[in-house]
Every structure is written in structure tokens, then in C-alpha cells.
């Protein structure tokens, strides 16, 4: 079933992941009967939620996480 068509414009990106991260992902996902295209945005949705500029530039400096 195709999603369906929304207000908002979608954008393409990609990343590269860790060979193990994907295949837990994949395999998250297909036990769930879900994508791994849908849970990375809606990994993406909750991280936006949670965090905001300040508490994302706190994760940058200790080292947590680097901007591709």
C-alpha cells in the first residue's frame, strides 16, 4: 500500500550505517512487519522531538555523535 500523499514536501537523503546497525534494523523491522525506511524517520521525527539546537551541540561536544 503506497503512503499517502501529504501536505509537505519529502526529501531524499541517504546514510551510511554500520553493517551490524543495518541488519539489526532490518532485522527490527521486518519482525515488526515495518520498514526500515519508516523507522528511520520516525527515529529521525522522535530525535527532532526530543532535542533541541542547544542539547544537539552538547551531544557534538563530547564526541557522541559527528555531523556526516
Sequence with gaps: MARPKCAERSVRLSVTLDENDYR??????????LSVAWMMRRAA???VARHDKDDVLMIERRGEDRAA
Design 45 to 47: 521525527a522522535e530525535f
Design 24 to 33: 539489526a534494523l532490518r532485522e527490527l523491522a521486518e519482525s515488526c512487519g
